[in-house]
């Protein structure tokens, strides 16, 4: 299993148009319904859950990681931005983490991302244009950490920095 982040610009709201149970459009152009996360609100304000929009820009070619890889991509962003180790309990153990330093924050550099589901959920075009700021601001702390993180750190970037433009990105 793993994460899918499609991240898209310059959507268009599809007039009166709504999907209540989720299944797949048979619609002209390239268009989807808008997801949701109902634990995780104010993340997409400018579309709502259930809302079909349309794809009139650029699509940011969607990438696909494992949850666990994921998960301490999420934990080397906390700690490259200055959250602070801190236990949490899971699955009956204690363990240390620089994401619940995030989680237990309520604001900050990747704040929003950090603290956001790890499956499912989508980001809107405001949290997005901060975040794409957040990106850029500890691009140069996040080269210094290797070739791999540096390559997810720069494509998770990438999406923000699209869904800037009027767009989102979409976790699924």
Known sequence: MSLQICAYSKLKKAEDQRVENYEPLSTEGECFVVGGNPDFPGRCDEFSEGMVVCIEGETYNEFNVGYGFYN????????????????????GQVW?????????ADCGPFWE?????DCDGVIGTSVSKKLADDFKEYQEKADKLG???SEYYSMLRKSFELASDNGLVDFC
Not at 73 to 90: C, D, F, V, W
Not at 96 to 104: D, L
């Open 72 to 91: 301490n991509i999420r934990n080397q962003i906390a700690e490259l931005s200055g959250y602070p180790l801190t236990p949490h309990k899971m699955y």
């Open 96 to 104: 240390e983490s620089y994401a619940a330093g995030a989680w237990k």
């Open 113 to 117: 991302l950090i603290n956001f589901s």
């Open 147 to 149: 070739k791999e993180f």
